[in-house]
């Protein structure tokens, strides 16, 4: 920084003024107008594959549909082939595809996807009905709304969702609106067998009769002279009446049969799969997204003021309700961020003008709503959004903001007591110090960007704006340092230090040469027993590494919603009404706490994702789940803490899972996984592992994916007596499956609502193993139907629940869960220990073992960390040697970014926190902060020894001196401007606020005594 730039920019300081008030108005309207978001937007790079293979075994499914799909999919280089895993069912096949983590872009492989397997499907067995591409699995809902009535029909709330959600499309912002939980009416054909049997009436005849006349074909086109007639025939049915009119038979005679004589037509509603409740109410679900870019907080007014207009129009008995609330919860989260910040701002200030002479320190701490502000717009204009992420490295940044504000102030100060004009004192204040100033903050910077380029995935994700925005905001403490200061502090402050005290008629107490006096008796205890000081500092690094060690580590923390799910999981193949008992009855218990709000049901199905990380659950009869809202972020801990380990096992043959929403992406924590191709050799060692496993206090339901061996009934029909019937597979089946499911034959339309037209047997007869031989199949002869056991064996068999294929392999995962309240890192440790020690040595060829859940989530992201914390230490290295220009010096100020971790490892301890990716965060800002201080006693000793020729001891002992003052200070700043963020009690930035405050403090202490110790002994008593 020339002297020139500083001059003149002094003198035409109007200028400056004016520019500075211009860029501190666009951050503050940056602030009122730029996008708003909990997070940064997460890519899921997930999607899901269902293909339909009616009648086929889970066995047959894996063979026959399983497996080529696999292979198709893994043609596409795009696909995480060991992410990517397969859940073959009775008649189904879901298959869970992840995209690499640098896919950025997931919409153009999707469609290379679709594309593919649309002219794939030729290549499956011709049972195969559909297979279907949800790329959509991973987006999330901004807002959930129920519709909801005591007296309203499904078909009646459809209606007024329809109306609904013309008022939501006018919202520029909403994207996609999806249902859930609508059920239609259905006209059912329930025959009457006997009559049927008395008229020698068969059931293709019927469903050849009534699919005819539903069907929707062409009847061609006239062309005359210049036009073309098409030919349209109208719908033969409009009613559930004229379903009955319809006649089945005639003969010559004129005698004729209608429907209506050998079956009870009925609209209704059928007993459904899975459906959705609130509060006990019947109700379906509107779940809006928002398009990416805008402010969610705006998003959510405009919907509010759509919804009101709706709400005037809805009658009383009809109500919506908000399930899910993303703008609320962002609103709540930023709120609460900006307000920390603001008394971060106040703290910093505050602490400044007790430690600091008043006029110095209000000079110092303008730089800091100034730097924050310009840095807000900086942001503003580069489409950096504000979110929680953003927020947090601009409260980190806080301290440090200050510290350069701080350094030139104490320099002009210094300058002042040389008796230096402080015209000329003002601009040495800022050119001495620029290149040191410059150098820590571009190191501080710097050391977060090989984050950026090494880490993948969901964390790269979540990372991606934290060093822009640290960067923005140093730089801009940088330019008002040097730019801004220099002309308020010779406008203000006319006297230095040791002038204002000799000044001073009467001594007052003075906090700074209070802490002077004490580290100057210690600096010299220090010079006295040199080794012992630095064998001090290589303790401190020791303990700092064994608390490390045995802290729990979790990497991505818990959500603190007012909300939380609970999971209800029965044995597979349990029905829908066994279930729901169990559903209703959590639900009686859970609406007797008062601290809950709300609770939606649904069973037999999982809600949308309405949090980034939580992915919902495939649908099943034997699932169900709820979104329970409660009355604080204290509520939801404390009823977590009450119910989670009392409700896991209460009702028999059933388990209830209450989820914390969380930020981890991982379904369960602990998971082993064998491979291989033996089924039943794959159980044998699970079934070892659980055995082993449930010796472990601290893990709940402990299952396998297989799941349960379900129980079937195996038809086999005879080939001779059925080709002699003319009776084929496909058609004994759809009579078997119309007398127990029903077949649907066609659909009637009323204007847009389609009615689907099911054929259903009236028979009231027990569905027992022993009836199923008696149901009778229509032959090929006219009039002449025969029983099932007459052309059929039929036995009871047991087949797998689920095969689950992994990478392409079938792989068995024991799974299970971690109690609420234990240490997760010793109950995994433990794990990992009975593996190595009693599964590993016993393991046969062919089959392998390793570890998914927090293990594998861990084993992706730690590695990526250490990378990347190598290669930032590197370039501050190179930056440290460029300076220094000697390799001891610059290989000392590196290593002294140890020094960080005993104070951070004290006060994770302290508060029982875990480790995780904020901590990180916290410990890299601390390398940079240690790494500054470094730099500025450094700099002053190299500057001693080479422009006025002190001895190395000399020079560094007089540096220690100088510059403790301004490390102190900017230390003490740094310190208490993240006290906020710990006393928020954030699960996600109270540990990063921790490692802050208290790695700060401890590493201040520790870099004032032990280098100026280290920086003597690397010279010696050398000039």
């Not at 818990?558 to 939380?564: E, H, L, S």
Request: contains cysteine; aromatic residues 10%.
């Amino acid at each position: 920084m020339k002297r020139n730039i500083i001059g003149s920019v002094m003198r035409h300081n109007k200028i400056m003024l004016l520019i500075i008030v211009l860029l501190v108005g666009l951050g503050i309207f940056g602030l009122v107008k730029m996008p708003k978001q909990e997070f940064p937007p997460f890519t899921i790079r997930q999607g899901l594959i269902i293909g339909v293979y009616p009648g086929a075994t889970s066995s047959e499914v894996e063979e026959q549909l399983a497996k080529p799909l696999e292979k198709f999919l893994f043609t596409y280089k795009e696909v995480k082939k060991d992410k990517t895993y397969s859940m073959s069912q009775n008649g189904i096949v879901f298959i869970m595809v992840e995209l690499n983590d640098d896919i950025s872009d997931k919409d153009e492989v999707w469609s290379k996807i679709k594309h593919g397997l649309s002219n794939f499907k030729i290549q499956l067995p011709s049972g195969v009905l559909a297979v279907i591409a949800n790329d959509d699995f991973g987006d999330t809902s901004a807002l959930l709304i129920s519709l909801e009535s005591t007296d309203k029909t499904y078909r009646e709330l459809e209606t007024y969702l329809d109306k609904l959600e013309e008022h939501l499309r006018r919202i520029e912002s909403v994207s996609n609106l999806r249902r859930y939980g609508l059920q239609k009416e259905k006209i059912n054909v329930y025959l009457d067998r006997d009559k049927m049997a008395t008229y020698g009436i068969k059931y293709n005849l019927i469903m050849g009769s009534l699919f005819t006349q539903t069907v929707m074909t062409s009847g061609g086109t006239i062309v005359s002279n210049n036009q073309e007639l098409p030919i349209h025939f109208a719908e033969t049915f409009s009613t559930e009446k004229e379903i009955a009119d319809q006649i089945i038979y005639s003969d010559p005679n004129g005698n004729i049969i209608r429907l209506r004589d050998v079956a009870r037509i009925v609209r209704e509603y059928d007993n459904p799969d899975s459906y959705i409740t609130n509060n006990g109410k019947a109700a379906i679900l509107l779940s809006l997204e928002m398009r990416e870019g805008n402010n969610i907080i705006a998003y959510g007014d405009e919907v509010d003021k759509a919804l009101a207009e709706f709400q005037n129009d809805l009658p009383e008995s009809v109500s919506v309700k908000r399930i899910a609330d993303q703008p609320k919860v962002v609103a709540d989260s930023v709120y609460s961020f900006v307000r920390d910040l603001f008394i971060s701002i106040l703290v910093v200030i505050l602490v400044m003008m007790i430690l600091f002479p008043f006029r110095s320190a209000i000079v110092a701490a303008t730089s800091i709503p100034i730097g924050i502000f310009i840095s807000i717009g900086i942001m503003f204009v580069f489409g950096i959004p504000l979110n929680t992420v953003t927020l947090a490295a601009l409260i980190v940044v806080l301290g440090m903001i200050v510290d350069n504000s701080i350094i030139v102030v104490d320099a002009y100060l210094e300058n002042l007591d040389k008796k230096m004009s402080r015209w000329h004192a003002a601009i040495a204040s800022a050119k001495n110090y620029f290149s040191s100033i410059l150098l820590a903050t571009l190191c501080i910077c710097v050391i977060f960007y090989p984050l950026l380029f090494i880490m993948k995935g969901l964390f790269l994700d979540f990372l991606r704006d934290f060093p822009w925005t640290l960067t923005i905001s140093l730089m801009t403490s940088l330019i008002v340092a040097m730019i801004f200061i220099p002309f308020f502090e010779y406008l203000l402050i006319k006297t230095g230090l040791k002038t204002r005290e000799k000044n001073k008629k009467k001594k007052s107490f003075n906090m700074l040469n209070f802490v002077q006096r004490i580290y100057n008796r210690a600096l010299d205890w220090t010079f006295k027993f040199p080794y012992v000081t630095i064998l001090c500092g290589i303790c401190t690094i020791i303990i700092a590494v064994i608390i490390m060690s045995n802290l729990s580590i979790r990497m991505m923390p818990i959500a603190d919603r007012d909300q939380f799910a609970v999971e209800i999981y029965l044995p597979q193949g349990s029905s829908l009404q066994a279930t729901e008992q169990v559903s209703d009855s959590m639900q009686k218990i859970l609406y007797k706490d008062e601290r809950i709000k709300s609770i939606t049901a649904f069973v037999g199905t999982s809600s949308p994702r309405f949090q980034n990380s939580y992915a919902p659950n495939l649908p099943s009869k034997h699932y169900a789940q709820f979104i329970v809202n409660t009355k604080s972020i204290a509520a939801t801990r404390h009823i977590l803490d009450e119910y989670t380990n009392k409700y896991a096992d209460y009702f028999p043959n059933s388990y209830v899972k209450f989820k914390q929403l969380d930020y981890q992406n991982v379904a369960n924590p602990v998971e082993v996984r064998f491979s291989g191709d033996d089924i039943a050799m794959l159980k044998q060692y699970a079934d070892t592992l659980m055995c082993e496993m449930q010796k472990i206090n601290g893990l709940v339901w402990i299952h396998t994916n297989y799941e349960e061996m379900l129980p079937v009934i195996e038809v086999k029909p005879k080939s001779v007596e059925t080709a002699r019937l003319g009776i084929t597979k496909a058609f004994a089946a759809a009579n078997i499956a119309m007398n127990y499911d029903g077949m649907q034959v066609g659909t009637m339309w009323e204007n847009d609502y389609p009615l689907a037209v099911t054929l259903k047997s009236d028979s009231k007869t027990q569905q027992t193993l022993d009836k199923i031989g008696d149901e009778y199949i229509s032959t090929a002869i006219p009039g002449v139907s025969v029983q099932l056991r007459q052309i059929a064996d039929i036995s009871p068999s047991w087949e797998q629940g689920q095969i689950v294929r992994r990478n392409g392999v079938r792989t068995i995962s024991v799974i299970a869960d971690v109690s609420r309240g234990f240490n997760q890192s010793q109950i995994i440790a433990k794990v990992q220990n009975i593996v190595k020690k009693q599964i590993e040595p016993n393991l046969s060829n062919g089959v392998n073992v390793r570890f998914g859940g927090v293990v594998e989530s861990d084993s992706e992201v730690i590695p990526p960390i250490i990378s990347s914390l190598s290669v930032a230490v590197l370039l501050i290295f190179f930056f440290l040697l460029f300076n220094f220009k000697k390799v001891s010096i610059a290989a000392t100020a590196l290593l002294s970014i140890l020094l960080c971790l005993l104070g951070a490892a004290i006060g994770l301890l302290i508060f029982n926190l875990e480790f995780g990716i904020t901590c990180v965060l916290g410990i890299i800002s601390l390398m940079g902060i240690i790494v500054r201080n470094a730099i500025i006693m450094f700099e002053h000793a190299e500057n001693l020894r080479k422009q006025h020729h002190f001895k190395a001891r000399d020079a560094i002992y007089d540096a220690g001196k100088r510059r403790m003052l301004p490390i102190f200070l900017t230390s003490a700043t740094t310190a208490v401007g993240v006290i906020p963020m710990i006393i928020s009690n954030s699960s996600l930035w109270t540990p990063m606020g921790v490692v802050i405050c208290f790695g700060t403090v401890v590493a201040m202490i520790l870099v004032v005594t032990i280098l100026p110790v280290v920086y003597w002994k690397i010279y010696g008593d050398n000039k």
